[in-house]
T-cell receptor, first 112, second 112 residues
């Protein structure tokens, strides 16, 4: 069974440009998470979805970040406009019911 | 909110030695304590977890202990091998699918 799939794996953009990340969770997993991981730190939650509903987005900087999970499967995270401080790894994870979370490989974003 | 402290930040051992990583947490409502291994360019992978109704859990060369009274838990790796080299994260949450709070990570280096 395929794990959590993320694309692209790497992205380099100039500041003020928009960028989007895509995540395909494990089949059947109703909960989807987006995390931000800065260098040398643990992941920090940006947003959590239960099916298509965002149930926890308190840590998402809504002035420039947006996310959607149409049809409760794939999800997209967008940044517009990107800032230098957004350079990080963006991780997607999914889980089913009360089971543990499974992480994808992440997208490494570099903003120049 | 929850606060997780992890020590040491870097751990260097010789192949065959044991490695111990320690974490403390602050929220007494936390009941689930997973440990993740993250290799370069990959997302965190769950290697072992423990719940608050258990004091110790072992899986081959890996063991985790939990002291709920003192609010600390530890990861023990015996007979370390070079392929154990990675960054290890502890985390604490109220359930496996709930939002975990991660420690800052321990970079384990196993020298052949």
């Amino acid at each position: 069974e395929a794990g959590v799939v993320q694309s692209p794996r790497y992205k380099i953009i100039e500041k003020k440009q928009p960028v989007a990340f895509w995540c395909n969770p494990i089949s059947g997993h109703n909960t989807l998470y987006w995390y931000l991981q800065n260098l040398g730190q643990g992941p920090e939650l940006l947003i959590r979805y239960e099916n298509e509903e965002a149930v926890d987005d308190s840590q998402l900087p809504k002035d420039r970040f947006s996310a959607e999970r149409l049809k409760g499967v794939d999800s997209t995270l967008k940044i517009q406009p990107a800032e230098l401080g957004d350079s990080a790894v963006y991780l997607c994870a999914s889980s089913s019911g009360q089971d543990e979370q499974y992480f994808g490989p992440g997208t490494r974003l570099t903003v120049t | 909110g929850e606060n997780v402290e992890q020590h040491p930040s870097t751990l260097s051992v010789q192949e065959g030695d044991s490695a111990v990583i320690k974490c403390t947490y602050s929220d007494s409502a936390s009941n689930y304590f997973p440990w993740y291994k993250q290799e370069l360019g990959k997302g965190p992978q769950l290697i072992i977890d423990i719940r608050s109704n258990v004091g110790e859990k072992k899986d081959q060369r890996i063991a985790v202990t939990l002291n709920k009274t003192a609010k600390h838990f530890s990861l023990h790796i015996t007979e370390t091998q070079p392929e154990d080299s990675a960054v290890y994260f502890c985390a604490a949450s109220r359930s496996p699918s709930y939002i975990p709070t991660f420690g800052r990570g321990t970079s384990l280096i196993v020298h052949p």
